[in-house]
């Protein structure tokens, strides 16, 4: 019985998720699926996170249609599998995935036995993620990582290997930052760095940095249109990681690619002054509620007080680079009231004015840019000229109007709202276009060490180690 366990296991399972059948397959490279000569073949690991996903909710010329999945058994890949289906299946523009799936326990080393494709996707449980992607590199593999890459300081030397192994055998290892393709964030980003509007970015102080950013999450979310099942693995910040560590990637990015994109960073550019963390409290019923399970279990239970659990998903960073004070805040709550998600506000100040992006209540909870606290020009003057160079930007139909307290609105057509899913797309368009050239930039790669150093910094300085 034993033996026939074994081989059940050590065999592939082809999805054909279009038709929604399903059958055994040895994984002959001969099958007829195989047969064009793909540049890119992905092989997706363990794909705990949607996010995995939704690298495949389009499909790209340059990869292969047929995707190898290497999972251990249970409900992660499960799910995995079915947000394909859905993509496959969708009226509109469906795609066309074909998954070439292996479960068991050995799914790692079996992955690096059969290497079956080029491209190594990691979107799930945080915990082994630095080793994953370090024997990975050493195999040969370009690696799309999801953020985070790390989730704490002792993983950082080996990320920094990796990173120096990949450039020696020239394969890429890139990570999933979806924030830079949000219009409002691009548009700040582009006035931010014109000297007529923005003037400087100034150096700010500890009690009013230069740059604040803050983003707002929720455990019970939709996805694709559907209710977000997460896996239980996710409250515990020792598989996922805290919050600190988690989307706070995604601000410390954004600091690092507005104000110094092109320049290759380095951890001495970094001095972190404070860090605090503080829990989400999840009860019973919440926990059921996104995960369907009815308790905790035995691995949580160093976090539940009075059976409530403590998820460390918040943090507040407050740092320098290059000399600019910056303060980073992410927030988890449970669920949002109904018609809004998930938020962000980010404040950048310059010499001449502030590029602020709010999404609250009086935007409808859609992202806004607007401009605040003018400086030496008068209101129709700055306007004027603002509309100007709008004019000149790559974005057309543009308008700006005022939002009384002297402030200018950016108003910007719908044309140009990608949603977060879409971003994903994006993102893996330009991992595509650096595997065509070979190499990622020095100023990215610099960029990523410096961010990871950052975040698992503040961590450490947060629980005062």
Request: glycine content about 6%.
């Amino acid at each position: 019985m034993k033996k026939i366990i074994v081989l059940v296991a050590s065999v592939f399972i082809l999805v054909s998720c279009g038709s929604g059948r399903s059958k055994k397959q040895s994984g002959d490279k001969t099958s007829p699926i195989m047969e064009k000569n793909y540049q890119v073949k992905l092989i997706t690991v363990d794909p705990g996170h949607f996010h995995a996903a939704l690298v495949q909710k389009i499909m790209y010329d340059q990869v292969s249609p047929t995707v190898s999945v290497y999972a251990p058994e249970g409900p992660d890949c499960e799910q995995h599998i079915e947000r394909i289906k859905l993509y496959n299946n969708r009226p509109d523009h469906p795609t066309s995935w074909r998954e070439l799936i292996y479960r068991g326990p050995d799914f790692f080393d079996k992955m690096l036995e059969q290497k079956p494709g080029n491209v190594v996707v990691l979107s799930g449980n945080n915990k082994k993620k630095a080793e994953y992607i370090s024997r990975s590199i050493n195999a040969g593999l370009n690696v799309l990582a999801d953020k985070p890459m790390i989730i704490s300081a002792k993983d950082f030397p080996i990320l920094v290997k990796a990173f120096k192994t990949a450039g020696e055998k020239g394969i890429i290892l890139y990570d999933i930052m979806t924030e830079r393709y949000e219009i409002t964030t691009i548009l700040q980003k582009m006035l931010s760095q014109n000297e007529d509007i923005f003037g400087r970015l100034l150096t700010g102080t500890r009690e009013e940095p230069a740059i604040s950013d803050v983003s707002v999450h929720h455990f019970s979310k939709l996805v694709s249109g559907v209710p977000l099942q997460r896996p239980a693995w996710f409250f515990d910040v020792e598989q996922q990681g805290e919050g600190i560590v988690d989307v706070s990637t995604h601000l410390v990015d954004l600091v690092q690619w507005e104000c110094f994109q092109g320049q290759s960073l380095d951890t001495t550019d970094i001095r972190m002054v404070s860090a605090k963390r503080w829990p989400t409290v999840i009860s019973k019923d919440e926990f059921r509620g996104v995960t369907g399970l009815e308790d905790f279990p035995a691995y949580l239970q160093k976090d539940v007080k009075d059976d409530k659990l403590d998820v460390y998903s918040n943090g507040e960073m407050v740092y320098q680079i290059r000399g600019v004070w910056v303060k980073v805040s992410v927030k988890w709550n449970y669920m949002s009231p109904e018609g809004t998600g998930d938020t962000y506000y980010s404040a950048m100040r310059g010499s001449k004015c502030d590029l602020v992006i709010r999404q609250g209540a009086e935007e409808k909870y859609l992202p806004t840019l607007y401009i605040e606290n003018i400086k030496g020009l008068k209101f129709d003057t700055f306007s004027a000229k603002l509309k100007t160079i709008l004019g000149t930007l790559a974005y057309d139909s543009l308008q700006v109007e005022s939002a009384g307290n002297n402030i200018i609105r950016v108003n910007i057509p719908n044309k140009y709202r990608v949603t977060h899913e879409e971003h994903f797309g994006q993102v893996t368009a330009k991992f595509l276009e650096y595997m065509k050239e070979g190499k990622v930039p020095e100023w990215e790669v610099a960029g990523m060490i410096t961010k990871y150093y950052t975040t698992t910094r503040a961590l450490k300085m947060a629980k005062g180690e």
